[in-house]
């Protein structure tokens, strides 16, 4: 059984290097790529299926306002489209299009271009495999708050 100062101090360090990841990340953002948030709800909607403007918002745990702004700057590139709910008109339900699609299948940003590159060049393959191993558990460790 892991020690509770354990689980702490292992908190602790992830806090500080996936904040010091985030920070330079966001610092790479190109002209004309999706941002953070777009490519959040992007992925969001091709992992878990179309769903409501509201309920991306609560899972990605903003308001319903800018997860509004977001959705539309991704519909009005054609990455995203919304359609009246089939069993409640009243509901508008979000999708990813077939550019969407293609964005996430084909396209890799300028961002992750870095990543990789930064990837390739400063891990060995024991260390690319732990962070494959890691990704998921990460993004699991995200969805939890």
Do not use: N
Request: charge should be neutral; glycine fraction near 8%; avoid cysteine.
């Amino acid at each position: 059984m892991t020690h509770s100062s354990d689980v702490d101090d292992l908190a602790g360090a992830l806090y500080g290097s996936i904040g010091l990841l985030a920070r330079r990340l966001r610092q790479l953002q190109a002209p004309g790529e999706l941002t953070l948030p777009e490519r959040a709800a992007l992925s969001r909607l091709d992992r878990g299926g179309p769903t409501t403007a509201a309920e991306l918002a609560r899972a990605e745990q903003i308001t319903s306002q800018a997860m509004g702004t977001t959705l539309g700057g991704l519909e009005e590139r054609g990455l995203v489209e919304r359609r009246r709910d089939p069993h409640d008109g009243r509901r508008i339900i979000m999708s990813v299009t077939e550019a969407g699609f293609e964005v996430l299948r084909h396209k890799r940003d300028a961002r992750s271009k870095q990543v990789a590159q930064a990837l390739r060049e400063r891990f060995t393959e024991a260390e690319l495999d732990t962070l494959k191993a890691a990704a998921p558990l990460i993004e699991r460790l995200g969805d939890s708050f």
